[in-house]
Each structure stands twice: as structure tokens, then as C-alpha cells.
């Protein structure tokens, strides 16, 4: 459990057993460190992925790496900007914006700081979201008339939303079209209803790209953008994302939701320019197929 250096100031360290994440960095760490902080901080990485939370399961052969405290984490991230856009490639584990119950570990709070360095008056709006535990590319506007532009001319300005995800077992067609009708529950829990027209359409394009006996890989088209479409989708025909006990899955492979937001190609509303972003898939993924 020694610490490796491979670059200035940054520590590594491997995974001997399985354990949480604070048990580990308490053993693992010299005295003077204190954890907590460094957590909070955002200057603990677990295979290459900023984490915050205490309880991380954290499986053997897993890297921890302690960044320096002066390190912003949060603009590794950072895949495009401009005037008008920001493009960040979101960790998971991270909210896109606050809750009632966590305030202050969002990428909007992020990016927000992240404009005010450079501008005190800079200000960060959100268009879209990502859940919590998925990860990759997630857009936001620098102005608020930006915003209102993108959201109301979303559907014409985003040519391809891509995920990939990792799902339990393996599909019966390589490739397909999955489309149902979704309601929401007043407890916010999205579900398909079954029948044709009873609720808003959801249209989800997928392609195996590895599988195993317990597990495949696929890649994700978004035809329409609904709330949860690609986990109620994938759990109705008995595939649920790995680590999604909400929609069905029974494991959880890789400690984490298996669902990365890798591409979005949209057209700059103000220059015309049609541009693609991609968020590179976090090794974690590939586990499985090893």
C-alpha cells in the first residue's frame, strides 16, 4: 500500500483489499493528512475519477491517488468553452445542481466558481442534467439568454446524444430500436406504462459492443431525451444498468452506476458550427470483459 509518484505531487496508492474509501485513506495516509478535508476538497481520485464520499466501496486493484490541495480537480473536466457554453465532462458521483440536501458538491457550483475566476460577474446556467451517478459530457450556458436559446431550440440544435452503458446480461439482439410510453409517479419514479400514447414517447437506440456471460456493453443513441429513458428502458426488457438496484439491477460491478454520457454533437447556436464533444469511458467499465 505504498504511495507511487508519478507525477509532481501526486501520491497513488493500490487497493489491497475491499474496504471503504475513509478506512482507507485512514490507513493508508500519514497522520498529518486529514482525510475528511482532502475529500471535501476534491482531491481524492479513485481510478483516475474524482470521488468525495466517505463510504466508497472501493474493490482490490483499485488506484487511489491524493492530488495536491491547490489542484482544481474540477477543471480537469473542463472539455470546451467560449463565451456563450461550457462543456464538462462530469464525474460521477457529482450532482448537476443543489438539492435540499446537498447544496454545495455540484458541477454548478463548480462552474461557477470556475467563470468567477476569470470574471466576478460571470454566472453559470444549467440546460441539462445528468443524474448523479452518471458521468461524461454535460453542457451548460454562460448567459441567460443562451439558456433560454438552447433549451427552447434543443431538439433541433442537438444532433446525437451518446451514452454507454453497462447492463446486466446479455441481450438477445446485438442492436435494436426500444421504444415505450413514460409516466412519473409522485414520488418521482419513472416508469413505462405499457400502453401506446399514455404518457410522453421515449425512442432509445443501442448496440452491443462487448458482452460477457453475465454482462454486456453497449452503445446508446438517445432519439428522445426523457427523464431516466435509457434505465426504465433497459430494465423493461430485463437488462437493468449494472448497479441500478432502482430499476432492477442485482450487482453492481464496478462500485457505481454503469452509465456514461461519452458524446453530444450540437450545433452552436450562435455560429452555426456543429460541434462534438465526447468524454473518454472511465476504464472501470472494462472490468467486467477482463
Known amino acids: ?7 509532481p505531487g501526486i501520491r497513488e496508492y493500490t487497493v489491497a483489499e475491499d474496504c471503504e474509501l475513509l478506512a482507507f485513506l485512514s490507513a493508508a ?29 472501493l474493490t482490490r486493484g483499485q488506484t487511489v491517488a491524493i492530488a495536491p ?35 454545495e458538491n455540484t458541477a454548478y457550483r463548480m462552474l461557477t466558481e470556475h467563470v468567477r475566476s476569470g470574471d466576478a460577474r460571470g454566472r453559470i446556467f444549467v440546460v441539462h442534467r445528468l443524474d448523479r451517478d452518471t458521468s461524461g459530457v454535460l453542457l451548460a450556458a454562460k448567459t441567460e439568454g443562451m439558456k433560454r436559446l ?26 435494436g430500436t426500444l421504444r415505450s410510453w ?23 437506440e443501442y448496440r452491443v459492443l462487448r458482452e460477457s456471460a453475465a454482462y454486456s456493453l453497449l ?6 431525451g426523457r427523464k431516466n429513458q435509457i434505465r426504465v428502458q433497459l430494465g423493461g ?3 437493468p444498468v449494472a448497479g441500478d438496484k432502482k430499476y432492477g439491477a442485482a450487482t453492481s460491478p464496478i462500485k457505481r452506476l454503469g452509465l456514461h454520457a461519452h458524446l453530444l454533437e450540437i450545433e452552436h447556436p450562435v455560429t452555426g458550427e456543429l460541434m462534438s464533444f465526447a468524454a473518454t469511458l472511465p476504464g472501470v467499465f472494462l472490468r467486467p470483459f477482463a
Open 29 to 57: 495516509l500519514p497522520a498529518r493528512d486529514n482525510a475528511k478535508a482532502l475529500l471535501k476538497y476534491r482531491a481524492v481520485y479513485v481510478d483516475g475519477a474524482v470521488t468525495t464520499q466517505y463510504n466508497h466501496a
Open 150 to 175: 438552447l433549451q427552447d431550440n434543443w431538439a433541433e440544435l442537438v444532433k446525437t446524444r451518446g451514452y454507454t452503458a453497462l447492463v446486466e446480461g446479455r441481450l438477445a439482439e446485438r442492436s
Open 1 to 7: 500500500m505504498s504511495a507511487i509518484k508519478k507525477e
Open 182 to 204: 413514460l409516466r412519473e409517479t409522485s414520488t418521482h419514479v419513472v416508469y413505462e406504462s405499457g400502453v401506446e400514447g399514455d404518457g410522453v414517447e421515449a425512442v432509445t
Open 219 to 224: 452503445d446508446i443513441r438517445l432519439k428522445t
Open 237 to 239: 426488457i430485463g437488462h
Open 69 to 103: 490541495r491547490n489542484r482544481r480537480a474540477e477543471l480537469d473536466g473542463i472539455l470546451y468553452e467560449d463565451a456563450e457554453i461550457i462543456v464538462f465532462n462530469k464525474p460521477a458521483g457529482l450532482l448537476s445542481i443543489a438539492t435540499e440536501r446537498e447544496r
